[in-house]
């Protein structure tokens, strides 16, 4: 699959806290900001040529003009996508070195499913669900 320029971000759609990263992004009205859950066809098929297992849901990623981040620095690049303000909140975080925010993350999402139990998933309305990539487009 050839990537293209769209932001996606790939997530745990099984995970509680994942999905309200997904609501607060989509309820922030960004258009250009694409989603897919690691179970999907889609992000199996376009992750593969990153060397990224989608099975391993413990990890969110983001692509942008086909760089692909992981973990806190995803978590970085798609706060600064989202408004000038998040971009300065993006920027702040960034001082703190990888490895500590990489550190914090996987203790995070290490405990995910037991910290947020919350069984409600994302209910995209339509014009939310254009965005939610979860089908390979046939060739």
């Not at 996606?8 to 900001?33: E, P, S, T």
């Not at 910290?115 to 487009?137: D, G, N, S, W």
């Amino acid at each position: 699959m050839e990537h293209d320029q769209r932001k996606i971000v790939f997530y745990d759609g099984a995970c509680m806290l994942c999905n309200r990263l997904i609501r607060f992004i989509m309820n922030k009205n960004i258009d250009d900001v694409y989603f897919s859950p690691l179970q999907s066809a889609f992000a199996q098929e376009y992750l593969r040529p990153f060397g990224v297992d989608a099975s391993r849901k413990s990890s969110v990623y983001f692509t942008v003009r086909g760089k692909i981040f992981s973990k806190s620095a995803a978590v970085l690049k798609i706060l600064a996508s989202i408004s000038p303000g998040y971009a300065l909140l993006s920027r702040c975080m960034a001082v703190v070195p990888q490895s500590l925010r990489d550190f914090v993350y996987d203790v995070v999402a290490r405990h995910r499913q037991r910290i947020f139990r919350e069984k409600a998933c994302l209910l995209p309305t339509p014009e939310q669900r254009r965005r939610i990539l979860e089908q390979v487009p046939a060739s």
